[in-house]
């Protein structure tokens, strides 16, 4: 098991990182879908941030995964399925930021985002209302 301080912030904090994320990425998509901005007037910021705010996200999901309690299979499929996508998109946002250039994101037209909006609202609705088992019952108490 992990111990010690930055365990348990990274217990505590990576949920979080996580929903604002998604709640994030869905409002972006809503704005994209609203202005119909494309891919090449997106600024750069938004890609630092979520690969900062991405990996301490997928870092917690992948750790603590055990010391979820679910609430049915729904959502343990749903929790490795935004460690996927979460992952991937750390990755590609990176590379973005690497290369300096959105034309990675060229093969994603304006529609994807009606659809990319309906599931980042589901992961950040999810993300916002994950529980974690007490650290006592989790056996992931620090000494």
Do not use: C
């Not at 996927?84 to 750390?90: D, F, I, R, T, Y």
Request: hydrophobic share 55%.
């Amino acid at each position: 098991m992990i111990q010690g301080r930055p365990h348990i912030l990274l217990r505590a904090n990576f949920a979080k990182a996580v929903a604002v994320i998604y709640t994030a990425g869905t409002v972006a998509h809503l704005l994209r879908l609203i202005y119909r901005f494309t891919w090449q007037e997106m600024p750069y910021f938004p890609d630092g941030i979520l690969s900062i705010l991405g990996t301490i996200g997928v870092a917690g999901l992948v750790l603590f995964a055990r010391e979820v309690d679910y609430r049915g299979a729904w959502e343990r499929v749903t929790h490795w399925l935004i460690v996927a996508h979460l992952g991937v998109s750390v990755v590609v946002h990176m590379w973005i930021l690497v290369v300096h250039s959105h034309e990675l994101l060229a093969p994603f037209s304006f529609s994807y985002s009606y659809f990319a909006a309906v599931y980042f609202a589901f992961f950040a609705w999810r993300s916002w209302t994950m529980r974690l088992v007490p650290l006592a019952a989790s056996g992931s108490e620090p000494e």
